[in-house]
């Protein structure tokens, strides 16, 4: 009996010293296995903090070219002494200014805004041989900007690793580049999915054969009036206007009172080398010929409800004209019908835009019916600017002293992707004449290009 407990005891001390060494070996086994993963998720959550960095910055660079390249395509295309190399400079400054306001891994992203640093400037050139198109520096009328940014140790400024005392790599180095490009071969209007055409459906007398009269008050439009009023017994012109799109733009006759800070948004009354066009809408029981400026409907279906939303928001998908997803500009005129003036609640809803640059257009030939500013109205051509003020008179008509402006807008349809020849008929319901080519001077597209 004694015995056999002895024997008992020693193997129960026996087994309990080998599970002791078994649970030690599975502890250790256990801790090892625990650092490889801790390892690898180290590992995993850092390569997706960098890729997250890398992401940001690319953004970061995406934002700044397209800063930049809408410095490219500014007012200051529209005056004569155009001064490149300060627009260059504000084009940087603009783009290095966005690019700050993005965070990279949490602390701003910072470009070398210096001339040699990492906004560049050029132009596309196609080779016919590869088929590419190759960016090629230079300062002389460029329609590009290259945007590079580095985050790196070389620079100072390399992304803190997310879990760097884990693996023991501190630091990385990140870099992104982005190109953004402006072309004006415009031929079209195309909304976006989330993103209206930011038309203003406003038509001015564009000029030329039977439109464009001098008035008798000198010659840069200063207190001048209507006609004369016998412009009833001419049903082949527009009436005696004294003011129209070619003579006061086109031609520079308009006043130059008022200037636009396109950094600022804030209008004074002081020149600044782009001059102004006085329209005024048709007088209540006058003769509507007499009137520059036409307010009108894209569809004879729209209420006054969406001619007030097109006004503030532009045309969306459903407000294209004759419910088509683009409107041609080089496919002859469009003829749509015009408002009975600018009056009730619109001088107000016009007001809110002051400053806002919006595409507009231009007509030549306008057939009234009656004598209340309604009738059908030719559009010939598609311009930008902004109004600047807006008067109502004692007559019920409205007088807006408009400027003509840069516009660059995703919305705009290209030669290059319209998919279709220049030449030919349309078959489009409204519109009629000869197709043409559209270099504008007023719209372009700015898009990311790499």
């Known amino acids: 009996m004694i015995v056999r407990r002895q024997d008992t005891l020693r193997q129960r001390q026996t087994n309990r010293v080998q599970n002791s060494k078994r649970r030690g070996s599975m502890a250790l086994a256990a801790m090892m296995s625990l650092l490889v993963i801790v390892g690898g998720v180290a590992v995993a959550l850092d390569r997706l903090w960098l890729d997250s960095a890398q992401t940001e910055l690319e953004a970061a660079v995406e934002a700044a070219a397209l800063r930049g390249g809408q410095f490219l395509a500014c007012d200051d295309l529209l005056r004569p002494e155009s001064d490149i190399a300060a627009r260059l400079e504000r084009a940087r400054e603009a783009a290095g200014d966005i690019a700050s306001k993005n965070l990279i891994a949490g602390n701003p992203v910072e470009l070398d805004i210096t001339p040699e640093g990492d906004i560049r400037f050029g132009r596309l050139v196609h080779r016919g041989r590869t088929g590419d198109d190759v960016f090629l520096e230079t300062n002389d009328r460029p329609t590009s900007v290259v945007v590079r940014a580095v985050h790196s140790r070389a620079r100072n400024n390399p992304v803190a690793m997310f879990l760097k005392s884990v693996i023991g790599n501190k630091e990385a180095d990140v870099a992104a580049l982005s190109e953004a490009t402006i072309d004006n071969q415009v031929v079209g209007l195309q909304p976006l999915a989330d993103v209206p055409v930011p038309v203003l459906p406003i038509a001015i007398l564009r000029g030329g054969s039977g439109g464009d009269r001098r008035g008798e008050d000198g010659p840069r439009g200063e207190g001048r009036r209507h006609g004369n009023g016998d412009a009833n017994d001419r049903g082949d012109d527009e009436g005696n206007l004294s003011e129209s799109w070619t003579s006061q733009i086109d031609d520079r006759e308009g006043g130059d009172q008022y200037r636009f800070d396109e950094l600022t948004g804030q209008i004074t009354e002081e020149p600044d080398g782009i001059p102004e066009i006085r329209v005024r809408s048709a007088v209540r029981r006058g003769n509507p010929k007499q009137a520059n400026v036409h307010l009108f409907v894209v569809n004879q279906s729209s209420s006054l409800q969406q001619l007030v939303s097109q006004v503030r ?35 107000q809803v016009l007001r809110e835009l002051i400053g806002e640059c919006r595409i507009l257009f231009l007509y030549d030939r306008f057939l009234p019916a009656g004598r209340s500013g309604a009738g059908r109205i030719q559009i010939e051509q598609a311009v930008a600017g902004r109004i600047l003020s807006v008067t109502e008179l004692d007559d019920e008509c409205c007088e807006l002293i408009i400027q003509p402006g840069v516009l660059t807008t995703r919305t705009a349809l290209l030669a290059s992707e319209s998919g279709s020849s220049t030449t030919g008929s349309s078959t489009q319901s409204g519109v009629v004449g000869a197709p043409r080519q559209l270099a504008n001077r007023y719209i372009y597209k700015l898009q990311i290009t790499n």
Do not use: A, C, Q, Y
């Not at 045309?315 to 408002?339: A, I, Y």
């Open 313 to 347: 928001s532009g045309w969306s998908e459903s407000d294209m004209p004759g419910h088509l997803s683009t409107m041609r500009l080089d496919e002859g005129s469009h003829e749509f019908e015009t408002v009975n003036g600018i009056n009730g609640s619109m001088p």
